[in-house]
């Protein structure tokens, strides 16, 4: 098993910054990928961004590109997400989640057998 919470959260103005973290514990050897999922009231679980746990590639949603960053420390168990630039439209609960498996596609949350809690990421115009 692999435990992940999340933090960093909160409410922020249009065109502000947030750094979200994520934690993992557990079977973290067991970690093949780490990815950022959001989803708002109403709406499917969307992608955000990913990364292979070792290696580092690094994949985003293309309305993310250039704005959000995705970086892990696998000394520590820790992915964090900065979000940049931020849009009302980015209001939502982000989850942290963990893949096991490799050569999956980590742009589907079905491929994710993991998740934290999420964490709410308000935005205001």
């Known amino acids: 098993q692999v435990q992940l919470v999340e933090s960093g959260g909160g409410l922020v103005q249009a065109g502000g910054s947030l750094r979200l973290s994520c934690a993992a514990s557990?079977?973290?050897?067991?970690?093949?990928?780490m990815g950022w999922f959001r989803q708002a009231p109403g709406a499917e679980r969307e992608f955000v961004a990913a990364?292979?746990?070792?290696?580092?590639?690094?994949y985003y949603a293309d309305s993310m590109k250039g704005r959000f960053t995705i970086a892990g420390d696998n000394a520590k168990n820790t992915v964090s997400l900065k979000m940049g630039s931020l849009k009302p439209e980015d209001t939502a609960v982000y989850y942290c989640?963990?893949?096991?498996?490799?050569?999956?596609?980590?742009?589907?949350?079905?491929?994710?057998?993991?998740w934290g809690q999420g964490t709410q990421v308000t935005v205001s115009s």
């Open positions: 989640a963990a893949a096991v498996r490799y050569n999956v596609y980590v742009r589907n949350p079905l491929n994710y057998d993991y």
């Open positions: 990364k292979w746990w070792n290696g580092g590639r690094t």
């Open positions: 557990g079977r973290t050897l067991s970690v093949s990928a």
